[in-house]
Every structure is written in C-alpha cells, then in structure tokens.
C-alpha cells in the first residue's frame, strides 16, 4: 500500500523560510502528479503548487513567486520551498500524489507563521 508522510513544518516569523518534504513509498512515484495543498482553520482546503510527472509546475497565485515545488524521483521525494513566508501562509499543509487509480494523502504538517 502506498503511503507518503510530510514533515518540515514549523512556527517562523514572517518573512523567513520553510522547506517542506514529502516522502512517498511508491515505487513508480515518478509516474504520478505530485501536488501541495493547505487548509487554514475555518477554511476550506485549497491547492499551493501542482507538479506534474514530466515537471511541469503551477501555483496559486497568492505564493507565485515565493513558493517552488520540486520533485526528487531517485529518491521519491517531494519538496515545497517556501519563502517570505506571510501570517496567511499559516495552515496545515497536505502532501499528495495522483495517477490514474490512486490518490494518496499525507497525514499534513503544520505551518504557523507569526511574529
């Protein structure tokens, strides 16, 4: 059974940075999409950044340009970098991994940003 588990989560001020990482137990990992989403309390969850399998990325407009997702598939890793991290980053973010007849989900990893 494929599994994937985030970690790197953290409190930081704003401004400063978090790398989040994904790391997935599928063995043709590079066959699936690789996407980061969030869900801030009271909210609904929403989509960050999209990586497809040949590496083509998309972003939310709100982290265009201070977010970059990655993609490590010798090591079935998944990453997003997030830089000048702002208060309405805070959330917890979810990794998660798709292809025709899977859809896998990480347990999510907290981001709280505040001075």
């Known amino acids: 059974q494929v599994q994937i588990s985030e970690s790197g989560g953290g409190l930081v001020r704003p401004g400063e940075s978090l790398r989040l990482s994904c790391a997935a137990s599928a063995p043709d990992f590079e066959l699936y999409r690789l996407y980061w989403y969030r869900q801030a309390p009271g909210k609904q969850r929403e989509r960050v950044a999209y990586?497809?399998?040949?590496?083509?990325?998309d972003y939310r407009d709100s982290v265009q340009g201070r977010f970059t997702i990655s993609r490590d598939n010798t090591e079935k890793m998944g990453y997003l970098q997030m830089n000048n991290l702002k208060p309405e980053d805070t959330a917890i973010y979810y990794c998660?991994?798709?292809?025709?007849?899977?859809?896998?989900w990480g347990q999510g990893t907290q981001v709280t940003v505040s001075s």
């Open positions: 998660n991994i798709w292809k025709v007849g899977a859809d896998i």
């Open positions: 990586m497809s399998s040949g590496g083509a990325t």
